[in-house]
Each structure stands twice: as structure tokens, then as C-alpha cells.
């Protein structure tokens, strides 16, 4: 099945500096992928929505200088949090939709667990 | 109101039981219904999807979709401790590749 390869999968860092998060589809092409951010014991929030090639779509509320989004081939995009805060400590997931899958599949990464001091 | 309600839980069941996994939704233009299993720390996995009413079944699992209610279920038979995780609604309207549409989750704990 398809398979979204997410890196790191947790990450420490210091308070104004920049983290960035990398997704990969392993076996098909992302034309979309999805960026959330998840809070413990609640849903997932979704950040920003990019499609190969363009620039990203961010969500209400959802800064797009400090969530950086770059979607610049079919089997990468990535996510830069830059300046980092102890506020953007979260739980961040990727997903992918792609061609060849058809609705309802889309492909969850395994998540990246931040956490800023 | 929320565009998809899902009661959190917790929901604490012996090894064995039947577990009944409920979501509601206001936007009728919903088509596509899809359950994801999380486990703590891990991102969603997807369960099942169903495409309009009616009950669609894999192993275990059956997914339950009344558009008439606005209410879809996921079914869990013989659960087991691993079955242990959330447990999210999500929706798409018809005709877009779009974003889901996430319930908040139900947590459920299977006890052996």
C-alpha cells in the first residue's frame, strides 16, 4: 500500500530556532499533501493544504511566515517552523493525496513530535 | 456547531465486547466517510471508507453510513486489547480531493 515517510519523528529544539519536518511518498505521487497539527487528546488541525509546484494554502488563524511549506517535487514536502516557540510544541502530521489513489486513501505519515525549550 | 461531532470517551470495554463508535455531521454534502485508528504518538491509519449509506464490512470492522441521520458508526467485533487507540471520524464532500474533515475522537480502551 502507500506508504508516507516522515522525518524526524520527534525533535528538540531551542526556543528562535528553526525545525523542519520532511515528507516522502515512498511508492506513488503526492500531488497534494496536507499538514496538521495535533494537541494531546484532541483532533487533528489542519495547517495548510500544497500541491506540487504552487504555494501553499493556509488555513484561518494558521501564520504562513512562520509555518514554511514547500511542496517543490512529487514526493517531497516539507515543513519549516521557524522561530520556534515553546507555544509550537505539537504533535505535526503529514498526509498525501496523490494520483492513482482515489478518494479515502489518503496516506498518513507517522508523525513528528516537537518540542521547544 | 461543529461541521462533525464525535463524543471523545474515554470508552473502557472487557476484551470480547462489541464496540460502537459514533459520529454525527451537519453538512449534508458529505459523500465519503472514512474511520482512522491512531495509536498514541503515531499518525492516523485508515480503517475503512464507505461511499454513501449503507454498511460496509472487513474482518472485524463494520462501517455503518445513514445519510438520512446524518450519522455514520464504526462496529468493532470481538475486540481485543490491541484495538486500544483513537478512534477518528472524518468526511469529504462529494466531487473534492480535498481536506477531511476530522471528528475530535473517541479513545478506547479494550481491558483484558
Known amino acids: 500500500g502507500a506508504v508516507v515517510s516522515q522525518h524526524p519523528s520527534w525533535v528538540i529544539c531551542k526556543s528562535g530556532t528553526s525545525v523542519k519536518i520532511e515528507c516522502r511518498s515512498l511508492?506513488?505521487?503526492?500531488?497534494?499533501m496536507f499538514w496538521y497539527r495535533q494537541f494531546p487528546k484532541q483532533s487533528l488541525m489542519l495547517m495548510a493544504t500544497?500541491?506540487?509546484?504552487?504555494?501553499?494554502?493556509?488555513e484561518q488563524g494558521v501564520e504562513k511566515d512562520k509555518f514554511l511549506i514547500n511542496h517543490a517535487s512529487l514526493t517531497l514536502s516539507t515543513l519549516t517552523v521557524t522561530s520556534a516557540h515553546p507555544e509550537d510544541s505539537s504533535f505535526y502530521i503529514c498526509?498525501?493525496?496523490?494520483?492513482?489513489?482515489?478518494?479515502?486513501?489518503?496516506?498518513f505519515g507517522s508523525g513528528t513530535r516537537l518540542t521547544v525549550v | 456547531q461543529k461541521e462533525v461531532e464525535q463524543d471523545p470517551g474515554p470508552l473502557s470495554v472487557p476484551e470480547g465486547a462489541i464496540v460502537s463508535l459514533n459520529c454525527t455531521y451537519s453538512?449534508?454534502?458529505?459523500?465519503?466517510f472514512m474511520w482512522y485508528r491512531q495509536y498514541s504518538r503515531k499518525g492516523p491509519e485508515l480503517l475503512m471508507y464507505?461511499?454513501?449509506?449503507g454498511n460496509k464490512e472487513d474482518g472485524r470492522f463494520t462501517a455503518q453510513v445513514d445519510k438520512s441521520s446524518k450519522y455514520i458508526s464504526l462496529f468493532i467485533r470481538d475486540s481485543q486489547p490491541s484495538d486500544s487507540a483513537t478512534y477518528l471520524c472524518?468526511?469529504?464532500?462529494?466531487?473534492?480531493?480535498?481536506?477531511?474533515?476530522f471528528g475530535q475522537g473517541t479513545t478506547l480502551q479494550v481491558k483484558p
Open positions: 498526509s498525501a493525496w496523490g494520483s492513482g489513489q482515489g478518494t479515502g486513501s489518503y496516506t
Open positions: 472524518a468526511m469529504v464532500p462529494a466531487g473534492n480531493t480535498g481536506k477531511l474533515i
Open positions: 511508492d506513488f505521487q503526492a500531488t497534494t
Open positions: 500544497s500541491n506540487e509546484g504552487s504555494k501553499a494554502t493556509y
Open positions: 453538512n449534508s454534502a458529505f459523500q465519503y
Open positions: 464507505t461511499y454513501s449509506s
